[in-house]
Every structure is written in structure tokens, then in C-alpha cells.
């Protein structure tokens, strides 16, 4: 996705470009694909999120709703659901086959720029400018636990892989690893003079990969919160899968 309102698909192994999305009218802020590759999903400050067919790069739906721009959109693992976050305080979960909004997420003070599922589709966590990260029971919509982080906007916050715990990055130097039953912090990661602008777990939840303002991104032991390694001028990172 780009500013100049269009996404496009690239066969890698050759660099061609495939298809052109391009009927958004601004910046498209997110792409996704669905689990079985049929589908793109592309999200927009225009406040709607689009659904493209990848075989013939046609637009399938539109959902919209939202009244502000939209910064994420996601599929449910099973495909079935579309998920948006947007600047008007709210996420929605939409029908992907029709497009009907099916629920409709509010309880944040500030803009959502995030949202995902659990690895089950069961729970969506949610994050906002408020500096709260929400966890969601995707069936019903009900809030089931939020969590607060004091000392500066909330960059970024994922499940582990069995949902029982989320990790956070935020503006106040520090990742921190909650319990989603009760909202306790358990760890306390701390990333001593910079930003922490991203945090994600390892696929088996040992380890824990950070990356911050300073260009380091560090491997901790999860349950101990011990830096292991750290590794000099990165912007972004991952574990293999």
C-alpha cells in the first residue's frame, strides 16, 4: 500500500507487477491477505477497507462505516471475519462474504491504530492512542480485560501463540508481558533510553524480540526478562516461523 491511493501484487520470483488496486480515494494504510491467498484486504484514510480477488484483481466489497481512517485490517483465521481499526475510537468485525457489519468494538478514549486476532479467532486485541491495549471475545464483543501503560503511547501489543498472555511496546522505554486473565504485568522488559517500537513473541512464546529508537533489537528470555542478545542498526524485525 502507498500514498498515492493504490496497493499492487508482485509475482516475486520475477518482480512483475501482477495487479493494481486503485480505487481507493487516499492513502492505503494496510494490506492483508486471506489464509487461503484468494483474497487481499486493503485498508485506507478514505475510512473504508476493500476486499480484491487476487486471480483477477477486481474489487469484491467495500466496508464501510467508520467514520475516520482506517489503519488496520485483518482476516479471522478462518477467513470469515474482516477486522478494522480506526481513528473514530472503534474496531468492527464485518461479514467477509457480504460485507455487513456483524459488531462493533467501543471503549477505547483515543484513535485505534491495531488490531489482530488470537491464533484461535477466539479473542481480538486491540490498541489505541489512549495507551490501553483491550482484549476482546470476538463472538459477542465483550471487553474481557484492558491494560494500561503509564509512561507513553502504546506502539504495539500481540498475543502469545495460546492467548493467555499479550506483550506491549510503548513510548516509556519498556515491553511489558500482561496476564489477559487477570491484567497483571508478569514481566517487565526494559529497554533503558529508547522508545520500544515494536515487540513480538517467538513462535513457542520462550523468547521475546524488541526492537527500539536506538536501532537494537533484543532477544529476551520471556520468563526470565533477560537480554540475550542484541543485535546493532535495525529498524524491524522477526522470528522464523
Same mark, same amino acid.
Given at each position: ?5 493504490? =496497493? ?7 518482480c512483475e507487477r501482477l495487479h493494481v488496486f486503485a480505487s481507493?480515494? !487516499? ?9 487461503? @491467498?484468494? #483474497? ?34 485483518? #482476516? ?19 461479514? =467477509? ?31 489505541? @492512542? ?14 474481557? !480485560? ?10 504495539? =501489543? ?5 492467548a493467555e498472555v499479550v506483550l506491549t511496546a510503548s513510548a ?11 491484567? !497483571? ?20 512464546? @520462550? ?18 526478562? !533477560? ?8 529498524? #524491524?524485525? =522477526? #522470528?522464523?516461523?
Amino acid at each position: 500500500g502507498s500514498a498515492d491511493h493504490r =496497493a499492487a501484487l508482485w509475482y516475486v520470483p520475477s518482480c512483475e507487477r501482477l495487479h493494481v488496486f486503485a480505487s481507493h480515494l !487516499q492513502a492505503v494504510t494496510s494490506v492483508a491477505f486471506s489464509p487461503d @491467498g484468494t #483474497f487481499a484486504l486493503t485498508a485506507s484514510t478514505d475510512a473504508t477497507a476493500q476486499l480484491w480477488r487476487i486471480d483477477s484483481g477486481e474489487c469484491a466489497l467495500r466496508f464501510t462505516g467508520h467514520e475516520g481512517y482506517i489503519f488496520s485490517g485483518r #482476516f479471522s483465521p478462518d477467513g470469515k471475519i474482516v477486522l478494522t481499526a480506526a481513528a473514530d475510537f472503534s474496531a468492527r468485525l464485518w461479514n =467477509a462474504d457480504t460485507g455487513r457489519c456483524l459488531r462493533i468494538l467501543l471503549g477505547h478514549g483515543s484513535f485505534l491504530h491495531s488490531a489482530a486476532f488470537s491464533e484461535d479467532g477466539k479473542l481480538i486485541l486491540t490498541v489505541a @492512542g489512549d495507551r490501553e491495549a483491550r482484549v476482546w471475545r470476538t463472538e459477542t464483543g465483550e471487553c474481557l !480485560q484492558t491494560v494500561y501503560t503509564p509512561g507513553g503511547f502504546l506502539h504495539s =501489543a500481540v498475543f502469545r501463540h495460546d492467548a493467555e498472555v499479550v506483550l506491549t511496546a510503548s513510548a516509556d522505554f519498556t515491553a511489558r508481558i500482561w496476564c489477559v486473565k487477570t491484567g !497483571q504485568c508478569l514481566r517487565f522488559l526494559d529497554g533503558r533510553t529508547h522508545i520500544m517500537s515494536f515487540a513480538s513473541f517467538s513462535p513457542d512464546g @520462550g523468547l521475546v524480540l524488541t526492537v527500539s529508537g536506538d536501532g537494537n533489537a533484543r532477544v529476551w528470555d520471556a520468563d526470565k526478562a !533477560q537480554c540475550l542478545y542484541v543485535h546493532r542498526d535495525v529498524c #524491524f524485525g =522477526a #522470528f522464523r516461523p
